[in-house]
Nanobody, 123 residues
């Protein structure tokens, strides 16, 4: 499956952004989906994940209550709504398709990755 992330940009602290991840070549309706991010000089870290039918979601502590992951299986697309953005949210954000229908926090739980979209939050 091919994943195309979009929606990144330059915003100010406190603003909102909505990232999208569109899948092509086959359906992702049977896959958990996740968002990860990588700040300059740091490892790629887990941000959020959603199960195949959207019934289960979870987040890393630093974004809990500010970010919301969702999916539209009819559109083969996953979203990440990011509110109350902070400078420390600055990173390249990657979407990923999971190996199973249920989400995991580890990079090894995902076997397809998008190319990333840059989010820059200024103070």
């Amino acid at each position: 499956v091919q994943l195309q992330a979009s929606g990144g940009g330059l915003v100010q602290a406190g603003d909102s952004l909505r990232l999208s991840c569109a899948a092509s070549s086959r359906t992702i309706s049977n896959n958990a989906m996740g968002w990860f991010r990588q700040a300059p000089g740091k490892e790629r870290d887990f941000v959020a994940a959603i199960s195949w039918n959207g019934g289960s979601t979870f987040y890393t502590d630093s974004v809990n209550g500010r970010f919301t992951i969702s999916r539209d299986n009819a559109k083969n697309t996953v979203y990440l709504q990011m509110n109350s953005l902070k400078p420390e949210d600055t990173a390249v954000y990657y979407c990923a398709a999971g190996r199973t229908p249920y989400a995991g926090r580890g990079r090894a739980d995902y076997n397809y990755w998008g190319q990333g979209t840059l989010v820059t939050v200024s103070s």
